[in-house]
């Protein structure tokens, strides 16, 4: 009896711990999981990535802007696009699929996070055969991950990601 009172103790006490559904931000990823969001089509490309930064606390942010084949901004929803972020190392992959073509290569890209204080390293590659582009980044350790996806109803759709300690 002692025992099974016991057992109920501990997982009602590990039940408390975690946070509860409702307070957890959408999009929002603190350890290791991942996010899928935009609709699939013939074919896209990456326009730009913007990269800024908080000026009174450790955040920033990157914006991916999107745009069709012909690399014209794209309107409405983003492509296709799945976001996994792994804790060790700490890192985040970011799949685009049927995303063929970049206005930005790997070294423009490294060029702009030279000075994140959350980015260590990056990675552009692209796949002929899916025609798909991977940026991998590299963070620092206990980095939080925030993706979220705005339509491209005044400009081109963007993926956005903020990231932070």
Not at 10 to 37: C, D, H, N, R, Y
Not at 98 to 119: F, I, N
Request: hydrophobic share 40%; with cysteine; proline share 4%.
């Amino acid at each position: 009896m002692k025992l099974i009172l016991t057992l109920c103790l501990l997982v009602l006490q590990s039940w408390a711990a975690l946070p509860s559904k409702l307070k957890m931000e959408k999009g929002l990823l603190l350890g290791a999981g991942f996010i899928t969001g935009g609709k699939a089509g013939n074919g896209f490309s990456i326009l730009d990535i913007r990269h800024s930064t908080a000026k009174n606390e450790v955040r920033e942010r990157l914006v991916f802007e999107m745009g069709d084949m012909y690399m014209r901004p794209l309107k409405g929803s983003p492509p296709y696009f799945h976001v996994e972020k792994k804790t060790n190392p700490s890192r985040i992959d970011i799949s685009f699929a049927q995303t063929g073509v970049s206005k930005v290569d790997e070294k423009t890209l490294m060029q702009k996070l030279k000075r994140s204080a959350l980015v260590r390293d990056v990675r552009m590659i692209y796949d002929p055969e899916d025609k798909g582009m991977l940026v991998s980044i590299d963070l620092k350790p206990n980095a939080w991950v925030k993706v979220m996806e705005s339509q491209g109803a005044q400009g081109a759709a963007k993926i956005v990601i903020d990231l932070r300690q």
